[in-house]
């Protein structure tokens, strides 16, 4: 009698040990169907890549900024935003689906999906590479026109200031040099001090602690002056634009100090450039994958 239970009972535990088999044999080929279909996506974003040629970005990140190149980069830009990004957003959500009932396929999810933040972070730093350098771009065209149009008031005032000696202004033309001439003094002493600088943090804070407030000052001062002749007064106004391109050229050479910053924090070598250059990222997925389909082989 305690034989035939003995055999009952063994032939129950095998049966319950290979349903238990069968089952997670189908969970895991309900995992590799879905898989698939994730995979598919991601082919479909590794085309993206290759077809936007980000390899350009070496050469482009490395030269002077032209017409063509600026348009370049605008254009792998836009690509990268409209055409690169929703097609991530598409192979993570697909991966955040896969099926994971059991044990093995619950840890195969959760290193895939690893992997997929991974490929993201990296793919995110491409587009914020991208961002940045357009950004660039941008700032140091702005502080151009700033400088442009300084000089461009700078010559109004100049030719006002001739307009008034001519009418013989002589009081109001000279107090009037003599503070400007006083004001590019301090502004000179004040500017040069951390000209030579290297140190991001010293110029930023050389910015806005000396070199903002003293423009800020000298602005006030040009509104108080006393002036009666009307040369001489539109003389101060170009002063004042003048120094309104001032303060936005060092509002801009801040900006391009913090775009630096952030430029340096993303090593360009280690960008994606072609859709094979996401596959070390599949490194400990495709061993763990390949143990446990092995295990249902």
């Known amino acids: 009698m305690k034989k035939i239970i003995c055999i009952v009972l063994l032939f129950c535990f095998s049966i319950t040990l290979s349903a238990c088999g069968n089952e997670g044999s189908t969970e895991f080929k309900d ?6 279909d994730v995979k598919s996506k991601e082919t479909e974003l590794k085309k993206v890549i290759d077809d936007i040629h980000l390899k350009r970005l070496d050469d482009l990140s490395k030269t002077d900024m032209t017409d063509n190149n600026k348009k370049e980069f605008n254009e792998l830009q836009n690509k990268v935003n409209s055409k690169l990004i929703p097609k991530l957003d598409n192979y993570e959500t697909a991966a955040k689906k896969l099926p994971a009932d059991s044990e ?5 999810k959760s290193t895939y999906l690893k992997s997929v933040k991974e490929k993201k ?10 961002d940045l350098c357009n950004q660039a771009v941008k700032a140091n065209e702005d502080i151009l026109d700033y400088t442009k149009l300084f000089e461009k008031n700078r010559s109004q005032v100049e030719a006002h200031i001739q307009k008034a000696s001519d009418a013989g202004s002589t009081t109001d033309v000279n107090n009037f040099k003599h503070k400007l001439e006083q004001n590019n003094k301090e502004l000179r002493n004040t500017a040069e001090k951390e000209a030579d600088s290297t140190d991001s943090t010293k110029v930023r804070q050389s910015i806005e602690t000396q070199i ?4 800020d000052k000298q602005i006030k001062d040009l509104n108080k002056t006393a002036i009666t002749n009307n040369y001489v007064n539109d003389a101060r106004k ?3 634009e003048m120094y309104y391109s001032l303060q936005n050229y060092y509002e801009t050479r801040k900006e391009t100090i913090d775009i630096s910053e952030q430029l340096e924090k993303i090593n360009a070598k280690d960008l994606p450039k072609k859709g094979e250059d996401l596959e070390k990222f599949d490194a400990d997925f495709n061993k763990e994958y390949n143990n446990v389909k092995e295990g249902f082989n």
């Open 104 to 108: 093995e396929t619950k840890k195969l």
């Open 31 to 36: 995992f590799d169907s879905t898989l698939n």
């Open 121 to 130: 972070a990296a793919i995110n730093n491409l587009k914020n590479f991208t």
């Open 212 to 215: 903002m407030p003293l423009i």
């Open 238 to 240: 170009n002063a004042i």
